[in-house]
């Protein structure tokens, strides 16, 4: 498992991923190509990403997580991934992942959802993360620095 900055050829991977339906049915509308194509350089392919795409030990993309700062103490963190990914326990690889890097920079780590999202819920739990209330309509969780 690798994550790394994302790079223009990964339009298409990112395309398939923002504009499915099911996939973002707890994100936000699914994403036309121009909306993909700004997401991509406006939190990708940036000077500060606060995204970066996700790919398998076979170097194939899967995805990508969310690991930007949340406030001055804590990092958040997600993932998002292509159907074709799910169930294969990359979600959980990966949120280990960041939390190791944010545990190395010494932050705390928060993840926010969908009220409904049960299985981003679920993986936080599985993690230590506790449960912080709601804020903005989304479900906040927070693991402490240890």
Not at 83 to 93: D, F, L, P, Q, T
Not at 115 to 138: L, R, V, W
């Amino acid at each position: 498992m690798k994550i790394r900055k994302f790079i223009e050829s990964d339009y298409q991977d990112l395309y398939d991923t923002l504009s499915d339906p099911e996939v973002m049915i707890y994100i936000e509308p699914p994403y036309s190509a121009e909306q993909t194509k700004k997401f991509l350089f406006d939190y990708g392919i940036c000077d500060d990403p606060f995204v970066f795409a996700a790919e398998n030990d076979d170097g194939k993309y899967i995805g990508y997580v969310i690991y930007h700062d949340y406030d001055d103490q804590s990092m958040e963190i997600g993932w998002l991934l292509k159907r074709s990914e799910w169930g294969k326990g990359y979600a959980k690889e990966l949120t280990k992942m960041m939390i190791e890097q944010a545990k190395r920079e010494g932050k705390a780590v928060v993840i926010e959802c969908d009220p409904e999202q049960q299985i981003t819920k679920h993986i936080a739990a599985s993690f230590g993360f506790e449960y912080q209330g709601e804020e903005d309509d989304c479900s906040v969780y927070r693991l402490q620095n240890i």
